[in-house]
């Protein structure tokens, strides 16, 4: 994944969830009175954590019941906006549904969105010449079936995003593969090190690894 839409609770959400032009209108992330969704980019995971599983009938029938998952997401493109969002998820502020976008082209969350059960988030400065400034964010989410998705691609990293006036008006800025371009290329872990990264920093993946696929995104230790 690469992006969240992350909406404040009590905003207006968007009337068709599926509409890119819908989303236009709701997001802005000049808006400070948390009236409008805000678009984050960056690298990361959704995955499963644990799941309650109920047993019934003596043991003779198990029953899968609400299950977790943890997002985890490095945010590169950082301005005093995601610092600001980022230190209130430091003190668990939890007060937002969210939507996941995918390198595979598709929005997660459903109508509603996801309501998160708990956040944080981490400033990291790792050292090394490569090293770049990144929040790390966390937040786990709790539901009985996985969230609803689109079938369809929809693309939020164009016109019509903030930075801008009201609406969202103006350029994003911070396409995916912008990011990534901007991210050096290694086998492993250890050749980044020897290359002068750290750990936590990112880079992308080259041709040779045993076990990853090159192209892409990977943290060193992670």
Not at 50 to 79: F, P, W
Request: aromatic residues 8%; glycine residues 14%.
């Amino acid at each position: 994944m690469y992006g969240l839409l992350l909406l404040p609770t009590g905003a207006e959400p968007p009337g068709n969830w599926e509409n890119i032009a819908d989303w236009v209108n709701t997001v802005d992330n000049t808006n400070t009175n948390d009236t409008k969704a805000k678009y984050l980019v960056g690298i990361g995971s959704f995955l499963p954590d644990t799941q309650v599983e109920v047993s019934l009938a003596g043991g003779r029938l198990v029953e899968n019941r609400e299950r977790t998952y943890r997002l985890n997401m490095a945010v590169l493109n950082i301005d005093d906006g995601h610092t600001a969002l980022c230190r209130k998820l430091q003190t668990n502020a939890r007060r937002f549904t969210f939507w996941l976008i995918t390198l595979g082209d598709r929005l997660v969350g459903g109508p509603s969105g996801i309501r998160p059960q708990r956040v944080n988030a981490d400033f990291v400065l790792a050292s090394g010449n490569n090293s770049r400034e990144v929040w790390n964010i966390t937040f786990a989410a709790t539901f009985l079936q996985y969230p609803e998705m689109t079938s369809q691609a929809i693309d939020f990293t164009g016109a019509g995003l903030a930075p801008g006036g009201g609406g969202g008006g103006g350029e994003c800025a911070c396409e995916i593969q912008t990011l990534l371009a901007d991210l050096p290329t290694y086998v492993n872990d250890d050749a980044a090190i020897t290359g002068g990264l750290s750990t936590g920093d990112w880079y992308v993946v080259d041709t040779g690894n045993d076990f990853l696929p090159p192209g892409i995104p990977r943290r060193i230790g992670g």
